[in-house]
């Protein structure tokens, strides 16, 4: 079983920055490919960035704005959010799953999920 916590959201201006975090704890941490993904009111949960090992993949949507990095000894993993934009609002979660192999992008291939954060952008 694998817990985690996400930390760091809130409200922000068009063009500006937050960090999202997310704690894990109850798995070997770099064992763990380590994702986010958003939802917004009234649309599907969407995926945002995934961390497995030491490459990261991103959604075209934030290509160049987002950066998702993970500290091992932290077992900590952060999704830094720059040139933010209104349509970035919705809630935004943490997930992780036990390989790096198979679909990154697909809900269904995260088995543990975070509570969620809320980010909200205003124009």
């Known amino acids: 079983q694998v817990q985690l916590i996400e930390s760091g959201g809130g409200s922000v201006q068009a063009g500006g920055s937050l960090r999202l975090s997310c704690a894990a704890s109850g798995r070997t941490f770099s064992t763990l490919g380590m994702g986010w993904f958003r939802q917004a009111p009234g649309k599907e949960r969407e995926f945002v960035a995934v961390?497995?090992?030491?490459?990261?993949y991103y959604a075209d949507f934030v290509k160049g704005r987002f950066t998702i990095s993970r500290d091992n000894a932290k077992n900590t993993v952060y999704l830094q959010m720059n040139s933010l934009k209104p349509e970035d609002t919705a809630v935004y979660y943490c997930a992780a799953r036990p390989s790096f192999s198979g679909s990154y992008s697909e809900s269904t291939q995260y088995d543990y999920w975070g509570q969620g954060t809320q980010v909200t952008v205003s124009s």
């Open positions: 961390r497995n090992g030491v490459f990261a």
